[in-house]
């Protein structure tokens, strides 16, 4: 049984440097024979040296399934993350859109003109009013204009809106997107 152990093992060995026979050096055949010589003297070894490349391979096919798994997922999470990221952008463009802004749009647009006036000066408010909103309450609106991070310049913004005839004109407190309504700009002055 050992000689045909050994025999087999001879004729898988040549048939292999048979075949690789062209693109082997000397020193490669030569160290090949040796090896050959060695698994003869001792096929225990031989049975060991298989049975570990045995168990490497299959560890290497059970890495490369898990590898692909892994590609897979990434590949189907980076399609969801271009379509979120596409989503988004579509919303963000739509949201741009709607920013109120002081600059006019090409085309032709309208606007109100609330007056015409030589000493009253209300270019240093510009930047601050860039959002006019209604409020519902009680069944009726109430309009705001712009806001201000300096309650001064709100109280001066008030008094040239009362120049201008809007007698109602007065300044309000909004903490974190809630009105104060116990708020009085005067009061607070007078502080």
Same mark, same amino acid.
């Given at each position: 049984?050992?000689?045909?152990?050994?025999?087999?093992?001879?004729?898988?060995?040549?048939?292999?440097? #048979?075949? *690789? !026979?062209?693109?082997?050096?000397?020193?490669?055949?030569? /160290? $090949?024979?040796?090896?050959?010589?060695? +698994?003869?003297?001792?096929?225990?070894?031989?049975? #060991?040296?298989?049975?570990?490349?045995?168990?490497?391979?299959?560890?290497?096919? &059970?890495?490369?399934?898990?590898?692909? /798994?892994? @590609?897979? %997922?990434?590949?189907?999470?980076?399609?969801? =993350? !271009?379509?979120? @990221? !596409?989503?988004?952008? %579509?919303?963000?463009?739509?949201?741009?859109?709607?920013?109120?802004?002081?600059?006019?749009?090409?085309?032709?647009? +309208?606007?109100?003109?609330?007056?015409?006036?030589? +000493?009253?000066?209300?270019?240093?408010? #510009?930047?601050?009013?860039?959002?006019?909103? %209604?409020?519902?309450?009680?069944?009726?609106?109430?309009?705001?204009?712009? +806001?201000?991070? #300096?309650?001064?310049? &709100?109280?001066?913004?008030?008094?040239?809106?009362?120049? =201008?005839? $809007?007698?109602? %004109?007065?300044?309000?407190?909004? $903490?974190?997107?809630?009105? *104060?309504?116990?708020?009085? &700009? =005067?009061?607070? $002055?007078?502080?």
């Amino acid at each position: 049984m050992l000689k045909f152990f050994c025999t087999l093992l001879t004729l898988t060995l040549l048939s292999t440097l #048979n075949v *690789n !026979a062209q693109v082997l050096t000397r020193k490669e055949k030569k /160290a $090949i024979k040796k090896e050959i010589k060695s +698994y003869k003297k001792d096929p225990v070894k031989w049975v #060991n040296m298989k049975d570990r490349h045995e168990d490497e391979v299959v560890n290497l096919k &059970a890495t490369i399934e898990m590898l692909k /798994a892994r @590609l897979e %997922a990434e590949t189907k999470e980076k399609q969801e =993350l !271009a379509e979120k @990221l !596409a989503a988004l952008e %579509a919303q963000y463009i739509s949201l741009k859109k709607t920013i109120p802004s002081t600059q006019l749009p090409e085309g032709t647009v +309208y606007q109100v003109q609330m007056g015409y006036y030589q +000493y009253l000066d209300l270019l240093s408010f #510009n930047e601050k009013l860039k959002t006019i909103k %209604a409020e519902e309450v009680d069944g009726a609106k109430r309009y705001v204009i712009g +806001y201000f991070p #300096n309650m001064m310049d &709100a109280l001066q913004f008030s008094n040239d809106m009362k120049k =201008l005839g $809007i007698s109602d %004109a007065f300044v309000t407190q909004y $903490i974190d997107g809630k009105r *104060n309504i116990e708020f009085d &700009a =005067l009061e607070e $002055i007078a502080k």
